[in-house]
């Protein structure tokens, strides 16, 4: 569904990727592991077009999004969850879900979509109309999340969605991507520090180091290599 | 309302009329009369800061710089006006409602285009620039409109006489007179703020200049494109100055193309003075300073003093709520 090819992007003089190459089949969870300032967010940057490719080409079914606009890119159903949440904090939370289907037309779908957001994160429904400024890291999450999915996407992108939350509440946030890829039949490109989490829901991996991809392998594979248990599992 | 009394349609007596425009200054008036008088007339300057300021502080929202020029769009509103005005009576009769209609629509058309032009020619091609560029730009851009405006080819640099496009008149309300302009002053801006209210709080393009100006990148990710968004910001913020462009030459009388720099300036320091970004702070902030400004102007032996008046009075307030006065604390992103 989505092949990146040689992508190298740079920030003025620093070049955070050189030569990042990955694949992502249709229907399933991949993920991207890897250090701080390995490149992990800058791929999924470049992917949704929020900074551009130096070289390379990003085929998204079939076609290069390497040089589109943001929101030309979201309107073909490529979503990102970006890192840090970005929920926006002087709207409600059911505004900013309005905003994520800012580009959706058929407001039964909307309607409908909405109340599977609720169903996947009830605690969104019972503050649908606070600021999104007032919730929980937690929440927020969901919410960045849940504002994902009502953008209608086929592919959704995801930074870090455990970082800065409390335990319990990462693992609901997990078992939902999991259920959402599951029921939506959404493919899923995940982008995580926390390397066993990441390893355990995803059928794929990448290891990102320094801006180029150092390992990949079957999850499964990936968890089991003594290199990987070494550097990024703490075992 | 009930007690509104409008004037006589038509007014022959050119004495009758000028003794409308001059209830203030009736010293047989009781001093609370005086006071509430001066309290119209000082809202009614403070709705014209009103709408110039918004538009400062919505290109602030969703840009963070100060755009310098827009006190002159709202010089090119009076000018519209000026010139749309006799073309306009050839088929309304002005002074006349239908009219003045007309006018005012026409001018906040032109100066919403205007404004649009302005982004378009001079600050989007800064986008990915230091800010400081930008700004630096504006205060190009504004001096570029002041002084080709200042041409004899142009509007040329006299003074002109902003033509009468409403009947006059007075109404009663309370123990308050408002003369016709007054009185249309602070009811076009109470009527284009309420649509100002509605655009930005319940539209799906308020709510998208919203999350634009919380965070631009965020947005784009929504499938909002920040370019659409700017534009149609500087075409709203525009068509209010263009109102008040009208408004303001409907009150004054005089215009000429230097008009912007100075009330440009007011409208500037009346939406820091809200809170920058802020909406209902830069409306908040306008009628503050038109009514200080007014009631500093209105006391004998001090009425000279009174723009260095209204400052102190802001620099006071900046002291004690440097945010402004509804202004938040915002954190800077990294």
Redesign the interface.
Known sequence: MLTVKDLHVSYGAIKALHGVSLEVPQGSIVTLIGANGAGKSTTLRALSGLVKPASGKILYEGRDIARSAPHRIVAQGLCHVPEGRMVFANLTVHENLLMGAYLQRDRKWIATQTEYVFSLFPRLKERENQSAGTLSGGEQQMLAIGRALLGRPKFLMLDEPSLGIAPLLVKTIFERIVEINREQGLTILLVEQNANLALEVSSYAYVLESGSILLEGRSSELKANPEVRAAYLGA | MGSSVSSKPSLPDSSARFRHHLPPNDLRRPLVNEISQQLVNGLALGAVYALIAIGYTMVYGVLRFINFAHGDVFMLGSFAGYYLAPRVAQWFPLPGWAGWTLVMVLSMVICAAIGILIELLAYRPLRDRPKLTVLITAIGVSLLIEYTCQHKAVFGASQKAFPDLLPAGVFKLGGLSFNTTQFVVLGVTVVLLAALTFIVKKT?IG??M??V???A??????????TFIISFTFGLGSALAGAGGILYGMTYTGIDPLMGVNVGLKAFVAAVLGGIGNLPGAALGGMVLGVVETFAGGMSGVSTYRDGIAFAILIIILIFKPTGLLGSKQIEKV
């Open positions: 799906r709510m998208a919203r999350a100006s919380h965070n990148s965020a947005a784009s990710l929504m499938g909002i494109s920040n």
